[in-house]
């Protein structure tokens, strides 16, 4: 089946926490995407990068057996159990500690197996980012409808009529009160109906948890409705796009996604320039591998943001939570034992995870790469 985004959150934040018993977490993404030949392409992937992985860590012969075995369920999920339209597979395995954990995703994932101590969640965690569900209002005067929109579609939550609209009763075509109200109290009426819309668009970003509101009206109205909201529902607004009677909401939804992806880049560059300028003492601000490391392990990172293509090999601690870019036979902080991870900046992700941090995924953002490609904005400065 495949996971909404609540559901996909939720099995990684278990998965964060989780730690092999021998050492050896078995980590597959393949992108399971009809525009991938990935029935013949992933099972002869995973099976050499199987072969040269398993080689290259000298793992034993025991440790082997189990992987292999974990490797062959994979295989045969992919053989039979795939939900159709499924366009990445993650897969999470330790057969010594019964763990198996699979996560059905409506984005594309890189072909990849991993064999480290810990699951590799930062894939799934970047599509959660990326594939984040909105609100979508569309707003009239008088009819007004709330959408909310994920990767699948979007569903019509609400569909509110003003009292104009309802105070004429089309079927006789009696008109008299219409036009009554139309002249001596419309602007009031219009109030009336922003009103009912805030109210139900405040009560749907309260039940549902959505962060973003893109607004689809004529400009005009736009600027009227976000008037009348109360603030903390305006602030939600990130897009606005003007509302054309022609168009589907079909194309309303494509047109939609386009503003809100725009106001999240530049959501996230606003940010990369706050955690700048709030560098230093006294600053929320914070930057560069170590330095983020340490916040987030200290429970300090409310937001962390990080590139999606700074990826680095380095080292970790298998006792505790420190990691680092260059090799350490030991562990600097405490002594213990390290194993080495092919990406290090995932362990600051998965440690943000664990932590109830909030994980942003930028990409093209000057700021950031100035930044050292990871940077955390601070709970307190
Ligand atoms: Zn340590």
């Known amino acids: 089946m495949i996971d909404s985004v609540i559901e996909a959150k939720r099995k990684v934040k278990v998965l964060a ?7 050896a977490f078995l980590t597959v993404t393949v992108s399971t995407s009809r525009l991938d030949d990935w029935r013949v392409v992933a099972p ?29 369920h994979v295989l045969d999920l992919l053989k039979y159990d795939v939900t159709p339209g499924t366009e990445g ?14 996560i059905e995703l409506p984005f594309r ?7 480290e101590p810990s699951p590799y969640v930062r894939p799934v965690v970047h599509a959660i980012a990326l594939l984040e569900p909105f609100v979508l209002a569309q707003v009239s005067r008088d009819e007004s409808s709330l959408y909310l929109v994920d990767v699948w579609g979007a569903s019509q939550e609400d569909e509110l009529t003003g009292p104009w609209l309802r105070s004429s009763d089309r ?15 419309q602007d009031a009426l219009v109030d ?16 549902s948890g959505v962060r973003r509101v893109a607004l689809c009206a004529q400009h005009d109205i736009a600027s009227g409705f976000r008037r009348s909201l109360p603030a903390g529902v305006a602030a939600k607004i990130v897009a606005e796009i003007p509302f054309d009677a022609a168009a589907t909401t079909g194309q309303m939804v494509v047109n939609v996604r386009q503003a809100v992806e725009k106001a999240r ?13 709030g560098l230093g003492k006294g600053g929320r601000g914070i930057a560069g591998f170590d330095d983020v490391l340490g916040a987030v392990a200290r429970h300090q990172v409310q937001i962390l943001l990080v590139d999606r293509n700074y990826r680095v090999p380095g080292w970790r601690c298998l006792d505790c ?24 900046v995932g362990e600051i992700v998965r440690l943000a995870v664990l932590l109830n941090g909030q994980v942003e995924v930028g990409e093209d953002i000057p700021t950031l790469d100035e930044l050292g490609g990871v940077a955390g904005m601070l709970r307190y400065g």
């Open 109 to 115: 994932l890189m072909n990849r197996l991993m064999i």
């Open 17 to 23: 926490g989780a730690r092999a018993v021998g050492d």
């Open 321 to 344: 939570t420190w990691a680092g870019l260059t090799a350490a036979e030991r562990c600097p902080a405490c002594g213990g034992k390290t194993a080495p991870v092919s990406d290090v």
């Open 89 to 102: 597979l993650a897969v999470f395995a330790d057969r010594q500690g019964g763990f198996f954990e699979r």
């Open 171 to 185: 079927e006789t075509g009696e008109m008299s009160v219409k036009r009554y109200y139309a002249a001596a109290r």
């Open 44 to 72: 002869t992937f995973l099976n050499s990068e199987f072969n040269r992985l398993t080689k290259e860590t000298g793992v034993s012969k025991e440790t082997k057996r189990l992987l292999q075995a974990d490797v062959d």
């Open 265 to 277: 880049q530049e959501e996230l560059a606003g940010l990369a320039d706050r955690i700048k300028e």
């Open 192 to 207: 009336l109906h922003f009103k009912e819309v805030g109210a139900s668009l405040g009560n749907l970003i309260e039940t």
